[in-house]
């Protein structure tokens, strides 16, 4: 029930996707992740909750308007699976910048494909230090 | 498969079992509505994830130690049935002061029952304020 390496795979894949779609600012992309039939809902940092396939859409075609102005990247990302359903935690940071964000991702399986039905991002009291890249000498 | 109004009813009444437990400071209730086979995590507003039934419940054991200082209430919670899992949206306020947080609360069916296996509180931006009660003459 909880360990499908398999599936695991996929919805590291699909989290990517959002950050990559995020980073790119294409919304195309990101319409395309959310759920279609699973009714979906979405907290950006520090706002009120947005209900419903039309309004957090709508959000990200806001947020994504334009080019975009940094990568938002993904770390320390864990999943649980339960049956169809994923949930992920992870941190979410700007660029080279330590993470400064915590996030709740999860996922459902929809017509085959792993796609997000709830987001959640909120501050850290204080940003998260990045391991050091390992040096290659 | 999103429309079950007894599951639904009986996903609000363990989401309710969630915030009078933390209300009453009772541990041993806030330790059995946890999931104890499916793996659960935790972000407390502005902290780090809590990965394992071992670490969210020893910080609810330290949250709740001694009396509690104040109740914790949750409104206007929008509830998401997938299958056997359950993603809750709403926001949390102490006493009577107007919600200063956004939840997300996961709940999953285990041996029966409803129970959490994910919590994510982060601060909102202001205070929502609360619908004024109505008036009685």
Redesign the interface.
């Known amino acids: ?2 360990q499908d390496p398999q599936a695991e795979a996929a919805v590291f894949l699909a989290n990517e996707r959002f950050y990559r779609a995020f980073s790119d600012g294409d919304y195309s992309a990101m319409s395309e992740l959310w759920a279609q039939h ?4 979405c ?1 950006h ?5 947005l ?1 419903g396939r039309e309004a957090v859409l709508q959000s990200f075609r806001q947020i994504l308007r334009g080019a975009p102005t940094f990568a938002l990247r993904c770390e ?1 990302a ?1 999943v ?1 699976l ?4 994923a ?1 992920l ?1 992870c ?1 979410e940071g700007a660029g080279d910048e330590p993470a400064h964000l ?1 996030a ?1 991702n ?1 996922f ?1 399986v929809e017509d085959g494909k792993w796609r997000m ?2 987001h ?6 204080r940003p ?1 230090r990045r391991a050091a890249p390992p040096i290659v000498h």
Chains 1, 2 share one sequence.
């Open positions: 029930m909880f699973v009714p979906v809902t907290f940092p520090t706002a009120p909750a209900i320390d864990v649980t339960v049956n169809d359903t949930i935690t941190y915590a709740t999860v459902v039905v709830h959640h991002a909120g501050p850290l009291s998260l």
